[in-house]
Each structure stands twice: as structure tokens, then as C-alpha cells.
């Protein structure tokens, strides 16, 4: 079994700082992207930043500037810095990551739950 867990919502003023973190935890061989998504009330999910190796990170433009994913190899876990927090940032914030399991030959996608942030103004 895999389990992806995040932590680190909350409640927070517009202007503020959270920071998410997702850990990866089972029967894993390996792990290659690491990324979050968030959906909003009545809104698909999204993407928000992608985390694949080092200098390889992707942002969706409404949180380039403000949000920076991390990741910490030895924990299998990815972290979401978010600065300058609006309230459209309000949203389920979901991690999701490749992973191939000991003697599977193909990574596959798992996702976690979610942990709730909500910006208010």
C-alpha cells in the first residue's frame, strides 16, 4: 500500500504564509514528480506546482512569484511555501505523486486527501 498524507492548512488573512507538506509513505521503490492540485467550492481541480528534480519546477501563472515547491528526498515528502496568500487561493490543496512500488514495472499516479486552506480577506 502507498499513502500520500498532507499537512499544514489552516486559516490565514490575506497576505499571509502557509506551508503544506506531503509525505509518501508504504511499499515505494521509487518516486519521480511529486505535485499539488487544489479545487475550489463548485470549481475543477487545478494544477498548482509540479516538483521533479532540482532545477525542474513547474508553476501554474496565478501562484508563480508567491508559492515554491520543495522537496526532501530522504522523507519522501513535498512542501508548498505559499506567501502573499489572496483569498482565491482559497481551496482542498491535494498532493499527488509518481511512484513506483517494489515489484511493479510502471509508475503510477496516487493522490492524498487534501488539507483545507482557506484566505480570508
Known amino acids: 500500500q502507498v499513502q500520500l498524507v498532507e499537512s499544514g492548512g489552516g486559516l490565514v488573512q490575506t497576505g499571509g504564509s502557509l506551508t503544506l507538506s506531503c509525505a509518501a509513505s508504504?511499499?515505494?521503490?521509487?518516486?519521480?514528480?511529486m505535485a499539488w492540485y487544489r479545487q475550489a467550492p463548485g470549481k475543477q481541480r487545478e494544477f498548482v506546482a509540479r516538483?521533479?528534480?532540482?532545477?525542474?519546477?513547474n508553476y501554474a501563472d496565478s501562484v508563480k512569484g508567491r508559492f515554491t515547491v520543495s522537496r526532501d528526498n530522504a522523507k519522501n515528502t513535498v512542501y508548498l511555501q505559499m506567501n502573499s496568500l489572496k483569498p482565491e487561493d482559497t481551496s482542498v490543496y491535494y498532493c499527488?505523486?509518481?511512484?513506483?512500488?517494489?515489484?511493479?514495472?510502471?509508475?503510477?499516479?496516487?493522490w492524498g486527501k487534501g488539507t483545507q486552506v482557506t484566505v480570508s480577506s
Open positions: 516538483f521533479i528534480s532540482g532545477e525542474n519546477t
Open positions: 499527488n505523486a509518481d511512484i513506483k512500488r517494489y515489484g511493479a514495472s510502471l509508475y503510477l499516479k496516487y
Open positions: 508504504g511499499n515505494i521503490f521509487g518516486i519521480a514528480a
